[in-house]
């Protein structure tokens, strides 16, 4: 039986745990990506990829990945990226809830489907952001603002792939051995 | 009898309620950072376990700009060199007027009390990245904590102000540009010099200057310099051009928008000018009473005015 034809629960329990190292590996490349030196236009359409590898590790790896290690990525970013504390924090913590609650639906899904829930969950965590920003007195950045989460919700199927075959492969590997 | 589920079950909290214990830490964080300014150390320890991968990143545009900067072609070389110089002999006449001038006013004022309020020496500094962030305008530069910058310092490049250091981290600062909204600076007409706010509006290239009476007397093109007497930017930087006035009858204020004079968004080096030391605060009510006599505003407008004819 494959893997694949299983119940996604019962796909869980049959699978190793993916090494904590690729997890960390995976977030720390997401956030050079985010700390190169975006500007002006670029800014507004930087994918947001660390949001994207937290969403993959809570929804693959459940039981390690949550909202506690979003909290902590979000107030990474909120220093480098200047912001008031706990911003990103906070859009990341709903965003991770998200796909936590939806996390079964979700991994029965193929990837264009999954792509569909995923950027649900980045559009509402640029819309978190976004509210803050507006109550803390900034102006509204324009809908350009929304390219991000666009272009991140398309970045989910390479992420998906790169991070899926990294964890797969460490599996076969350690079933080989 | 009650049996523990085996470890296996363990899932902890419900994830409603770890949102709701994380959304209360992240509002509570966010209150800390915003009215108490509480959390300076966690954003400096941070920072400073942030900077090496920073550097990281900003490894291949770097090497991008100092590849292209080799090979630049010495007939720009050539044209940017003859440029310059013709800039120099222009500036020299200017220069030792100012001299001379300058050294009148020290003369002047070393015969009364205080010291000269003029800029004299700064720090030169590297923008390293416009901050990533959509809401703010601001730059990071490569000096900080372990240079002696302080926040608040002034800061300006060949052509004006460009705005404020507001963060200081270990090897960076923040600095918050004239445009950023809210972001103010005091400043003068340098024609008749009337004295007024530039208020940063949020937009990239623009500042308002807010509150001048419909009557005021500005026109397209005026400079506004920095008046000083607010003891953060010495006096007499440029900080922006007028570039339109709108009066209304129907509104008792004149919309004066302005360009700023520095190039905001596209420079590589900035100098960051050391605070003014304050000045000294009236102690007593009688002192207070006295105060308009020793107020700084009318010498400043006093020095706006002799400028003004020449």
């Known amino acids: ?177 | 009898m009650i049996r523990e589920p085996p470890p296996f079950f363990h899932r902890g909290p419900s994830p409603l309620a770890r949102l709701t214990f994380f959304t209360l830490a992240a509002i509570a964080v966010m209150i800390a950072d915003h009215r108490f300014h509480a959390l300076e150390t966690v954003r400096l320890s941070l920072s400073v376990l942030a900077h090496p991968v920073q550097e990281i990143a900003a490894l291949p545009s770097a090497a991008i700009v100092r590849f292209t900067d080799y090979f630049t072609s010495q007939d720009r070389l050539l044209r940017e060199n003859r440029a310059l110089q013709a800039k120099v002999l222009e500036q020299a006449a200017t220069a030792q007027e100012a001299k001379l001038l300058r050294a009148e006013q020290e003369h002047l004022i070393a015969m009364g009390p205080g010291k000269s309020r003029y800029a004299d020496n700064g720090v030169i500094a590297e923008v390293l990245y416009t901050a990533r962030n959509p809401f703010t305008r601001k730059i990071v530069v490569n000096q900080g904590l372990t240079q002696g910058i302080k926040a608040g310092m002034p800061v300006i490049d060949g052509t004006g102000v460009v705005g404020q250091v507001t963060a200081v981290g270990t090897f960076t600062s923040e600095v918050t540009l004239v445009t950023e909204k809210g972001q103010s600076v005091p400043v003068m007409l340098v024609r008749n010099g009337l004295r007024a706010v530039a208020v940063g509006s949020g937009k990239d290239g623009a500042i308002d200057v807010p509150f001048m009476p419909a009557s005021a007397d500005v026109q397209d093109g005026d400079l506004f310099v920095t008046s000083g007497i607010d003891g953060t930017y010495p006096p007499g930087l440029v900080v922006a051009k007028v570039a339109s006035v709108e009066k209304n009858a129907a509104y008792m204020f004149a919309r004066i928008v302005a360009r700023p004079a520095a190039a905001v968004d596209s420079y590589r080096y900035v100098m960051l000018l050391p605070l003014a030391p304050a000045p000294p605060r009236p102690e007593t009510r009688d002192e207070e009473a006295r105060k308009p006599a020793r107020a700084p505003g009318p010498k400043v407008r006093r020095e706006g005015g002799a400028g003004a004819p020449r």
């Not at chain 1, 090494?19 to 190169?36: C, D, E, I, K, T």
């Not at chain 1, 990474?76 to 706990?86: I, K």
């Not at chain 1, 603002?145 to 492969?169: E, M």
């Open chain 1, 1 to 177: 039986m494959r893997p694949a034809d299983l119940t996604p629960v019962a796909r869980d329990v049959m699978k190793l745990p993916a090494s904590v190292g690729l997890m960390f590996v995976s977030l720390a490349a997401a956030y050079v990506v985010a700390v190169l030196p975006w500007s002006g236009a670029w800014l507004l359409a930087r994918p947001d990829f660390v949001l994207l590898v937290l969403i993959f590790w809570t929804l693959n790896e459940p039981r390690s990945v949550g909202q506690g290690i979003a909290f902590a990525v979000g107030l990474l970013m909120d220093v480098s990226d200047s912001m008031l504390l706990g911003q990103h924090a906070f859009a990341y913590v709903v965003a991770v809830y998200g796909a936590q609650v939806l996390r079964v639906r979700i991994m029965s899904f193929h990837l264009p489907e999954q792509t569909l829930h995923v950027l649900g969950l980045t559009v509402t965590a640029s819309c978190v952001m976004l509210m803050l920003n507006l109550l803390l007195g900034a102006d509204f950045p324009g809908f350009a603002y929304f390219i991000s989460p666009v272009l991140t919700a398309f970045a989910w199927a390479p992420v998906n792939w790169v991070l899926y075959s990294g964890a797969v492969r460490r599996r076969r590997r350690e079933a080989a051995s």
